[in-house]
T-cell receptor
């Protein structure tokens, strides 16, 4: 059965800390791994990763995929209170997308 | 910037009633998805749709569910006889091409369905 597992499930940090969120997957016909940020409603897109070892970067966020280990990490440096959200990892296999349960990040001022 | 829209934003219905959730994908997008998210739980894939056909569906997407693209813009999810456990946020998403190449999915704002 296809599955996506994220860890930790929740995390509380102070502003300025660096965090690393983990995602591991077992999905047949892998096409891509996506990271989303979910605050109040719909997930908003952060990154899409298809190739191993190539880091994607956007401001303080970065992500990398390891297809050998079937995993990905999302790093957030110099966290801010506005980073507080649920971070979702999703893997597209075939014509479906499987989401992990998410990591709930809370950044304290 | 073009975006996926969904209506209504919130629908309350009684158990056993039929509901239709509507989505307008981004205009040049060809591949569509429906997801649901029960409160406090993870986003679950329901169905993917291309060229007026279902491409893939999950075990959640049983005979009570159907999808349709009734015209060139709308994409609908119908639940024939709602159950209490259908209460969830339903998200529509779309991608630009249907070639199977990986693309980020653009999510709509969601419809919150409450079944009483």
């Amino acid at each position: 059965e296809d599955k996506v597992v994220q860890s930790p499930l929740s995390l509380v940090v102070h502003e300025g800390d660096t965090v690393t969120l983990n995602c591991s997957y077992e999905v047949t016909n892998f096409r891509s791994l996506l990271w989303y940020k979910q605050e109040k409603k719909a997930p908003t897109f952060l990154f899409m990763l298809t190739s191993s070892g190539i880091e994607k970067k956007s401001g303080r966020l970065s992500s990398i995929l390891d297809k050998k280990e079937l995993s990905s990490i999302l790093n957030i440096t110099a966290t801010q209170t506005g980073d507080s959200a649920i971070y979702l990892c999703a893997v597209t296999g075939g014509f479906k997308t499987i989401f992990g349960a998410g990591t709930r990040l809370f950044v304290k001022a | 910037e073009p975006e996926v829209t969904q209506t209504p934003s919130h629908q309350v219905t009684q158990m056993g009633q039929e509901v239709i959730l509507r989505c307008v994908p981004i205009s040049n997008h060809l591949y569509f998805y429906w997801y649901r998210q029960i409160l406090g739980q993870k986003v679950e894939f329901l169905v993917s749709f291309y060229n007026n056909e279902i491409s893939e569906k999950s075990e959640i997407f049983d005979d009570q569910f159907s999808v349709e693209r009734p015209d060139g813009s709308n994409f609908t999810l119908k639940i024939r006889s709602t159950k209490l456990e259908d209460s969830a946020m339903y998200f529509c998403a779309s991608i630009p091409l249907a070639s199977g190449r990986p693309y980020e999915q653009y999510f709509g704002p969601g419809t919150r369905l409450t079944v009483t």
